[in-house]
């Protein structure tokens, strides 16, 4: 089976995102209407990183695998591990680019999801975005047709 978290297995329409105001700016020229989003990081969204040093020359290692905590004899852990939120974007906003011929009703596929869906998570705690999913256009937004169990994996590791 196709994963449906990164192809769209069922062959819908792609509906792209432009994530600053130049691209947004381009695509309204270009005849498609922005649909604004706030970005808005999820609290479930984290990784982890610790940092250690090695103590002869300096240098660091930064894992993020309980595993590998720590890096030998010359390494101490300067940083033990810490949650942070794994993504960076260019804009605190995205947009969805909505095509002049979509319906009411349409089933798409959000190439670059704007909202932060739980896609994947690890036996170590980590948890990473869903990039796109399938939704329904109702004349005004999508609604996301997100079923976290299908359209988040475990992994272990």
């Known amino acids: 089976m196709r994963d449906r978290l990164k192809e769209n297995t ?42 250690l040093q090695n103590l002869k020359t300096g240098e660091i290692l930064v894992p993020n ?9 010359d390494y101490t852990k300067i940083i033990d591990f810490t949650p942070y939120y794994p993504y960076s974007f ?4 995205a947009a969805y680019l909505i095509p002049k011929d979509i319906t009411a009703g349409e089933h798409v596929f959000l190439e670059d999801l704007i909202e ?33 169990e299908i359209d988040s994996r475990h992994f272990m590791g």
């Open 10 to 51: 069922n062959n819908l329409r792609i509906i792209k995102t432009a994530r600053d105001k130049d691209a947004i700016n381009q695509a309204a020229k270009a005849g498609y209407f922005p649909l604004i989003k706030v970005l808005e990081p999820s609290e479930q969204i984290r990784s982890k990183f610790a940092v």
């Open 65 to 73: 695998d309980f595993r590998c905590s720590s890096g030998g004899k």
């Open 90 to 93: 260019s804009s605190p906003y």
């Open 116 to 148: 932060d869906l739980v896609g994947s998570t690890s036996n170590q705690g980590d948890k990473y975005r869903l990039p796109g999913c399938e939704a329904i256009w109702n004349g005004e937004t999508f609604e996301i047709q997100y079923n976290p």
